[in-house]
């Protein structure tokens, strides 16, 4: 305040007359100036200064003073304008012998002084907009602090009031630091002293966020939804889209769409095969192993029309994959060979058909083979509740051949009338709605996904929300790999643009606006949050006594990574399936993408196993991996994986022994000689071997057990003493044996573990 008043002063003893000398007028001016661009700690340093002048300056000032009630009309912009002109030009001066060519560029800024003022004036003017003055006469710049920074004298101190922040959660770091003004930075700095260590994007909670606010002079309010929650305005609240109902939309809005059709089945009895010969494509070369481990999604003209096929791994392994294209899909096609006939996935693939209610053909393939029986199959269907429409039945079954191309457009033409029949119809107007069929992090594009359009149109912009992720759409590339701009119902689509990896099976929902997608993503990943820490596991006294029979188990523990996040999942449910009562199975961390250097330290600090499913690993990660001394193993084909992690538990676990008794010896004498003390003994029963174990029984009690040092008959040495013979024997370093003892022979042979 001092400094403002100060400066009020000042301005009323400026000579303001254009009649004054420019001599005498030039350094008032040139201090008004200076008063404007420095900040008012540096102002205070010229004061003292100030008064060291002449009387005569002080004389000036006084006349100044009398002419200034002259001068009330000028507005303060102007003499301010004015006054950095003149300084401008008394710099100019004093630079003019060093810097000649700048001369003529200053002369060439003043001319069009007019149009484009001084940096120093656009400085002032934007420091001095936002602060208000007490006083109706607005306040000089000189006393406005043109850096960002909070907390230093002037706003702050002079209101001396307690603020109040209000946020509604989640509470992220950076909106916390802009409601109190200061940068991120210094707001994490102020976090980490708590012991809080978050990046600028992440939520803290509300007590911490109430503590950092009392640091800097501020009082937190929890923002609420609920009515009557205080002054502050009440957000609405954003929720999901409902789907639309088939049958509440006008019929003139339902156009016929594409079936999607899932090929299912055992592993290796030809999926792929035949949708290969449908696209022409050559996918199985591509595939480790010759079988497919990820579901491919396919759009294939047939006639006028187009057909969405959808291939699933057969492998016993991807359950959850066969599950997620069987919800999804319209026409299941069972794929059975002919010389095999139904396997356990065919069965399976056949009960999650029935379970979503989808119609079912089937495809007997490999009819060109010698070993081929369909009508063996047309009996396992008879078996399985499904009558071949050959046999008087309702289920279509045809003779194909992959190898051949035999019965391939039959089977089309077959596809394409059922999906007739079905009269499958969607509303390609409504919001989109889409469910992800498999996602992965690839290099360069981020978290991406396949998905089938379910209804609407998804098109490039378009935001959605999807599970906790939210995203607009960045791109979406065909079955082909081309960039198309929009996508209808049932089109395969490879789309980009999601905040975060998202998970198989998540339905993709087209939301208003990208604000209120983030919006409902961060509230799901705040009650994701909330849940873990909230959820804590009771103590009964029968999990007390699990724990402590589980620690004496060992833990296998592996980080996993995969190229798609189905495989993760497939993966993982396979390893479940491993049950021990020996040894337990830890999967601490799992994740799609490539092995990283993080996944490393995370394995060196946790003494872990790196697994990688079809991906690479970095280059800082394999040397970070050789320093540690993580090892990293690397597959294509899951069963590989699967046996390995059997072997690798099996080896952790102690091996396992069995005793086989060889035979008994009593002690008749007790020897001492210059080698030892020896007992002279009489083998009663088997044989004594010198290679193996024993034991000194006394009251049928063991007190001692370890190997021979010696086994002599006579006064030489033998490896082994029979029933009824007569020998000497001395046990490691034991000397006291007694008449009658038992010594034990035995041997410990080797079992093989299992789990």
Not at 296 to 324: C, N
Not at 384 to 408: F, H, K, Q, R, Y
Not at 712 to 717: A, P, S, T, W, Y
């Amino acid at each position: 305040m001092a400094a403002k008043k100060r400066t009020k002063r000042e301005d009323q003893e400026q000579p303001a007359s254009k009649e004054a000398k420019p001599e005498a007028a030039a350094p008032e001016e040139k201090e008004e100036v200076l008063d404007l661009i420095d900040p008012p700690k540096k102002k205070r340093v010229r004061k003292k200064a100030a008064k060291k002048k002449t009387t005569t300056a002080a004389a000036k000032k006084a006349g100044a003073k009398e002419e200034e009630s002259e001068e009330k009309k000028e507005s303060l912009a102007d003499r301010k304008a004015a006054a950095l002109n003149l300084f401008e030009e008394v710099e100019t001066k004093a630079e003019a012998k060093k810097k000649a060519p700048a001369k003529k560029k200053r002369a060439a800024a003043k001319k069009s002084s007019s149009i484009l003022p001084p940096i120093s004036a656009i400085k002032a003017e934007k420091a001095m907009s936002p602060v208000k003055a007490k006083e109706p006469e607005p306040a000089p710049a000189g006393d406005i602090d043109i850096d960002d920074e909070v907390g230093e004298e002037g706003e702050e101190g002079e209101e001396g009031d307690e603020k109040i922040i209000n946020i509604k959660p989640p509470i992220i770091v950076k909106q916390l630091a802009d409601k109190m003004g200061l940068k991120p930075f210094k707001l994490i700095a102020e976090l980490m002293k708590l012991e809080v260590f978050v990046s600028a994007n992440k939520s803290i909670e509300p007590d911490v966020a109430a503590k950092v606010c009392e640091v800097y002079g501020f009082s937190f309010e929890k923002e609420k939804r609920e009515k009557g929650g205080g002054v502050h305005k009440v957000e609405e609240v954003v929720e999901e889209p409902e789907a639309p109902k088939e049958e509440e939309q006008p019929e003139e809005e339902l156009k016929l769409r594409a079936p999607i059709i899932t090929f299912m089945g055992h592993v290796d009895h030809g999926k792929t095969s035949l949708l290969d010969r449908i696209r022409d494509a050559r996918v199985t070369s591509g595939e480790a192993g010759g079988i497919t481990q990820h579901i491919g999604a396919y759009s294939v003209k047939v006639g006028e029309g187009h057909i969405t096929f959808l291939d699933t791994p057969g492998h016993a392994a991807f359950t959850q994959m066969r599950a997620r294209g069987a919800m999804v899909t319209d026409i299941v096609v069972l794929v059975v060979a002919a010389d095999d006939g139904f396997m356990p996935q065919t069965i399976e693939a056949m009960n999650h058909a029935k379970a979503a209610g989808v119609t079912i053909m089937v495809a007997v393939n490999k009819c060109d083979l010698p070993a081929a029986d369909p009508n063996k199959v047309r009996v396992q269907m008879q078996e399985n509740d499904l009558a071949p429409e050959d046999w008087g039945g309702d289920t279509i079954a045809l003779d194909v051949s992959a190898a051949t191309g035999e019965g391939i457009d039959k089977l089309l033409e077959m596809m394409a009338l059922q999906a007739e029949v079905l009269e499958l119809r969607s509303n390609p107007e409504v919001p989109a709605r889409a469910t992800i069929i498999e996602s992965s992090m690839q290099p360069g594009k981020g978290p991406t996904a396949s998905v089938v359009v379910q209804m609407g149109t998804i098109k490039v912009g378009t935001p959605f929300i999807c599970g906790p992720y939210y995203g607009k759409v960045k791109s979406l590339l065909n079955d082909q790999s081309e960039a198309i701009k929009e996508a209808g119902p049932a089109l395969p689509v490879e789309l980009l643009g999601f905040s975060g990896l998202p998970n198989v099976g998540d339905e993709l929902v087209e939301m208003e606006s990208e604000r209120a997608a983030k919006k409902l993503s961060d509230e799901r990943q705040h009650e994701m949050r909330q849940e873990k820490l909230i959820t804590r596991k009771k103590s009964t006294l029968e999990t007390l006594l699990t724990n402590l029979a589980e620690g004496e188990k060992k833990v296998f523990k592996a980080v996993l990574k995969t190229d798609v996040q189905g495989s993760s999942q497939a993966i993982q449910g396979a390893l479940a399936e491993i049950e021990s009562d020996k040894i337990s199975l830890d999967i601490i961390h799992s994740a799609a993408g490539a092995i990283s250097e993080s996944d490393i330290l995370l394995a060196s600090a946790s003494d872990a196993v790196v697994l990688g499913f079809n991906v690479k690993v970095e280059g800082k990660a394999v040397k970070v991996a050789k320093r540690e001394g993580v090892q990293v193993k690397l597959y294509s084909i899951i069963y590989e994986l699967i046996d390995q992690v059997k072997e690798g538990m099996l080896g952790m676990l102690d091996p396992e022994h069995r005793e086989n008794t060889l035979g008994h010896a009593k002690v008749l004498e007790v020897f001492k000689l210059s080698r030892g003390i020896v007992a002279g003994c009489v083998v009663t029963n088997g044989r004594l071997q010198r290679n193996a174990r024993a034991r000194v029984i006394r009251d049928d009690q063991p007190v001692f057990d370890g190997g021979f040092a010696t086994l002599r008959r006579f006064k030489e040495d033998v490896k082994e003493v029979r029933n009824g013979l007569e020998c000497g024997v001395r046990l490691g370093d034991f000397v006291e044996y007694q008449k009658d003892d038992v010594i034990e022979c035995y041997e410990l042979e080797r079992l093989e573990q299992t789990l």
